[in-house]
């Protein structure tokens, strides 16, 4: 038997069964088009061989387009009334035993996924986009690749380069996991309720080789929030607070990292941040306001 995919009038008639109104505080529109959820599929080039993980999967209607591959799905929602449900909507659509495993949660507090997941595909809840991303590129190291849809201010920041109008902290923070591009848009139609912002797709791979350890990763991350806290500032000013207390403590932390102490955070890639991270270990005192970079 075949997956089947959820139509707008099933996904209606399901959220009155479950009384469940999409609401601004969670981020939820419903995708109701299986053509956009087989899209969504395909650009992330799943098949039988990979087990996803799926955040928000709501009333189920991209989770069945993954199964409708072939992949197994780890679904994580934090609405009880919708994870309780979307086993019953997977069986009741086709999907093999075992493909599917919801876990009760908020993406933000999972530490540990059945399954060990090496995809992500969602459609993330827009106020929680960015958080959800970095905390899952955080702590699952097996996620190699994956495609999100999220709105398409946050999507344009993730897919930045350095010197671009929207490039900021999303940018270089996504950088040190891997290359992002933008891979589509999204039509507000497809959603129920239509939202009142554009969607875009976003795909990213995962580097083959860490850049750092957590230390050192927490101490890069430290710095962009700096540099970017008040982005017109030069960074020998804007740095002078975590790399010494002094805007010539952070021009000699800069030109020792190969980087121009009148430069600003907005046109500096992941790379020139880590070396200035790398600079900030060598340098003595201990500077204050970051963590240690050893490791």
Not at 242 to 249: K, N
């Amino acid at each position: 038997m075949s997956v089947t995919l959820l139509g707008a009038s099933e996904i209606r008639r399901l959220a009155v069964e479950l009384d469940v109104t999409p609401t601004k505080k969670l981020g939820q529109n419903f995708v109701v088009d299986a053509n956009t959820v087989r899209r969504i599929v395909q650009i992330a080039r799943v098949d039988a061989d990979h087990r996803v993980v799926e955040v928000g999967p709501g009333l189920g209607s991209l989770t069945l387009a993954i199964l409708e591959a072939g992949a197994s799905v780890t679904a994580v929602e934090i609405d009880h009334r919708l994870a309780a449900r979307l086993p019953r909507t997977a069986r009741e659509h086709g999907a093999p035993e075992g493909a599917l495993t919801v876990v009760d949660a908020d993406a933000l507090r999972v530490t540990d996924l059945p399954g060990d997941p090496s995809v992500l595909v969602a459609n993330l809840p827009y106020n929680v986009s960015v958080p959800v991303l970095l905390h899952l590129l955080e702590h699952f190291a097996r996620l190699e690749r994956g495609v999100v849809m999220v709105q398409a201010e946050v999507g344009e920041r993730l897919a930045a380069a350095p010197g671009s109008k929207v490039y900021g902290v999303p940018s270089v923070k996504a950088a040190w996991y891997g290359t992002w591009r933008l891979a589509g848009m999204v039509s507000r139609q497809v959603f129920w309720p239509v939202p009142n912002v554009d969607s875009v797709l976003v795909a990213f791979d995962r580097d083959a080789r860490p850049r750092g350890s957590d230390d050192q990763r927490r101490a890069v991350f430290t710095i962009v929030d700096a540099a970017f806290q008040q982005r017109r500032k030069m960074l020998r000013q804007a740095l002078a607070a975590v790399l010494g207390g002094s805007a010539a403590d952070a021009s000699a932390v800069l030109t020792a990292a190969g980087v121009a102490p009148t430069a600003r955070g907005e046109e500096l890639g992941i790379d020139d941040f880590v070396r200035i991270a790398a600079a900030v270990r060598e340098a003595s005192p201990e500077p204050r306001g970051i963590v240690s970079l050893d490791g």
